[in-house]
């Protein structure tokens, strides 16, 4: 995959109607470089009446005749314009952090064979589920899962013989468990 597929995959659609469509831009395009050459390339297509990027960068802002254009036809002059962007830091691709995925696709090698397993064996039925749970996500689900049963069984002494005994002096103590529970069931619906 290109590395403009990658960036018009991350664009999100916040505001779209009649002549109107307004874009979330992914992190990589929020530099005033290439909201300027956005706003350029878009200013010069027929039907396009106006092209903005805030401030931040963090928004496209697109106002279009809907006579002479449909939305998905300014949907794709915004990719044609991901695919020449200016040479600058912005149209690399940005890897400080590259995350735990190259460590786990490289470990997905070594547990794939080199041959595709017969249909029905017991390799063909394990490796969905092997590749399903060597992505970034279900190791970082697996690890906060981890870390909350942790949690529980080290104060499994004091939510027995004392939280629950006594509610109300250790309010704070409550408090605190449900929120990390809020936070955790957030981070899930999330995903």
Do not use: C
């Not at 915004?78 to 995350?99: H, I, K, M, W």
């Not at 064979?113 to 060597?134: K, M």
């Amino acid at each position: 995959m290109s590395h403009a597929n990658e960036l018009a995959r991350r664009i999100v659609v916040l505001q779209r109607g009649a002549g109107f469509l307004s874009l979330e831009l992914p992190h990589e395009l929020q530099r005033r470089d290439v909201g300027q050459h956005i706003e350029q390339h878009l200013a010069a297509i027929a039907g396009i009446l106006a092209a903005a990027v805030d401030p931040n960068g963090r928004q496209l802002s697109i106002r279009f005749s809907a006579a002479s254009l449909s939305t998905a036809q300014v949907a794709r002059a915004v990719f044609s314009a991901l695919n020449d962007l200016p040479p600058t830091e912005a149209s690399r691709p940005q890897n400080t952090t590259p995350g735990l995925q190259p460590l786990l696709d490289k470990l997905k090698t070594l547990l794939t064979p080199a041959t595709p397993p017969a249909a029905g064996s017991l390799q063909a039925r394990f490796q969905p589920l092997v590749e399903s749970a060597l992505t970034e996500k279900a190791v970082i689900n697996f690890f906060n899962d981890i870390v909350a049963f942790y949690l529980i069984r080290t104060h499994w002494d004091l939510i027995s013989k004392r939280w629950l005994q006594n509610p109300i002096a250790h309010s704070n103590a409550w408090l605190t468990v449900f929120y990390l529970i809020f936070l955790l069931i957030r981070y899930r619906k999330n995903q």
